[in-house]
């Protein structure tokens, strides 16, 4: 068995109740609904920030925002090894 196939999509303000997958009536999601089709869709999830950029860095780096420190747009994340 090779490798799976791994789609990590990340989106900002999209409404799971506007997913057509998740039962909306209206075709807004055709697309992501087909990948839906044959993935795994987590139904719960939780984000450690309630803006984009400290959410996205801690899914990156696996830390807190407290720990990557990716709170301001004019910052960058430096981490030595």
Known sequence: MGQPNIVLLLLDTARADHFGFNGYERNTTPNIDEITEQSIVYENSYSNSIWSLPAYASIFT????????????????????
């Open 62 to 81: 696996g830390e807190l925002p407290s720990e990557h420190l990716a709170i301001d747009w004019g910052k960058s994340i430096e981490k030595i090894p």
